[in-house]
């Protein structure tokens, strides 16, 4: 789908943060911060912190500036970042969006204002993208 639809700019994937744990906001954060060094950080940062997981609950700051420092961010932007008030409230209006537009299951894809629920096959997406 990448590949064929994302890079011919038909499709545009987008990403809803979840705040359904207590780690889970300084995580967003963690994305958002790699982010902005990078928009491929962000989803390097997403994938580390899904491989770590299991650290999160007891995470502290230095967990993840390692994190940060692993996928070679600068150190003391992303500090800065994550202490910056304005990256948690803007995470936390996406996902109080996210709740309006009644996004709730992982994975969810919005196409076209129509919400679908689940995992769905590659063809069946195809076939979405594919009407009018």
């Known amino acids: 789908m990448v590949e064929n639809d994302v890079a011919s700019g038909r499709v545009r994937i987008g990403y809803w943060y979840i705040l359904d744990f207590p780690p889970s906001l300084t ?9 902005a060094q990078d928009p491929q950080a962000f989803w390097r940062m997403h994938r580390l912190l899904y491989e770590r997981q299991s650290q999160l609950w007891s995470a502290d700051a230095d967990t993840y500036q390692g994190f940060a420092q692993e996928i070679g961010l600068e150190g003391e932007t992303f500090r800065r970042c994550m202490a910056d008030p304005a990256v948690a409230a803007r995470i936390q209006e996406l996902d109080r969006q996210r709740r309006d537009a009644d996004i709730r299951v992982r994975p969810s894809f919005d196409i076209n204002g129509r919400i679908y629920r689940g995992a769905l096959p590659y063809n069946t997406l195809r076939q979405i993208f594919a009407q009018p």
């Open 27 to 35: 995580a967003a954060q963690a994305a958002e911060c790699a982010g």
